[in-house]
């Protein structure tokens, strides 16, 4: 069974730019978390969907990040305009109901430039 | 607030040890707790799970407790190898609120553990 998938693995963007994260979670997870770890810092929690509905999003630090679960499959996080703050490795999570384990993907590794 | 915190910040010893790392939280009203593991770039592989009625689970080498009522979690390492070398990490899950899913981290163990 394939686990979390994120893309890009890694990325470098210059300051002002757009960047756009994706998440597949492990299939039949209605469960999908946006969390992200910044240098020096606690791996902080931005937001959950159950299926395609926004459950939690307290966790989001500003407007410039928006993220979309069209269709309860996988998530796109979009940052515009990325900021040099911005920058850290953003974890995607599943799980299949509330309560059970969470399953972490490898991370999206961003700097901003 | 809930608040988490793990003791030491770093640790290193020789193979062969057995050691416990630590993990405090301030509100008990929690879900469950989660102990994870991270290699230096890689994302985050989760190894034992508490649910907040249990006091404690082995996996392997591995066994976490749980004790709500103090808000400590230990993970303990039976003779440890150095492909245990890795950023420990314990989670809380909160109960009640808007959502039982806002997992709350602690800042991580660096573990290193010399051959």
């Known amino acids: 069974e394939a686990g979390v998938t994120q893309f890009p693995s890694h990325s470098v963007i210059e300051k002002g730019q757009t960047v756009t994260l994706r998440c597949d979670p492990i299939?039949?997870?209605?469960?999908l978390y946006w969390y992200r770890r910044v240098m020096g810092k606690e791996i902080k929690f931005l937001l959950h969907?159950?299926?395609?509905?926004?459950?939690?999003e307290s966790g989001m630090p500003n407007n410039r990040f928006l993220a979309e679960r069209t269709g309860g499959t996988y998530s796109t996080l979009k940052v515009q305009p990325a900021e040099l703050e911005d920058s850290g490795v953003y974890f995607c999570?599943?799980?299949?109901?509330?309560?059970?384990?969470?399953?972490f993907g490898e991370g999206s590794w961003l700097t901003v430039v | 607030k809930q608040e988490v915190t793990q003791i030491p910040a770093a640790l290193s010893v020789p193979e062969g040890e057995n050691l416990v790392l630590n993990c405090s939280f301030t509100?008990?009203?929690?879900?469950?707790l989660q102990w994870f593991r991270q290699d230096p770039g890689k994302g985050l592989t989760s190894l034992l799970l508490?649910?907040?009625?249990?006091r404690e689970q082995t996996s392997g080498r591995l066994n976490a407790s749980l004790d709500k009522s103090s808000g400590r979690s230990t993970l303990y390492i039976a003779a440890s190898q150095p492909g245990d070398s890795a950023t420990y990490l314990c989670?809380?899950?909160?109960?009640?609120?808007?959502?039982?899913?806002?997992?709350?981290f602690g800042p991580g163990t660096s573990l290193s553990v010399i051959p």
């Open positions: 999570a599943s799980s299949q109901e509330e309560g059970n384990t969470i399953y």
């Open positions: 509100d008990s009203a929690i879900y469950n």
């Open positions: 508490i649910q907040s009625s249990q």
């Open positions: 969907f159950v299926k395609e509905s926004k459950q939690d």
């Open positions: 989670a809380v899950r909160r109960r009640g609120g808007t959502s039982y899913d806002k997992v709350i």
């Open positions: 299939s039949g997870h209605d469960n």
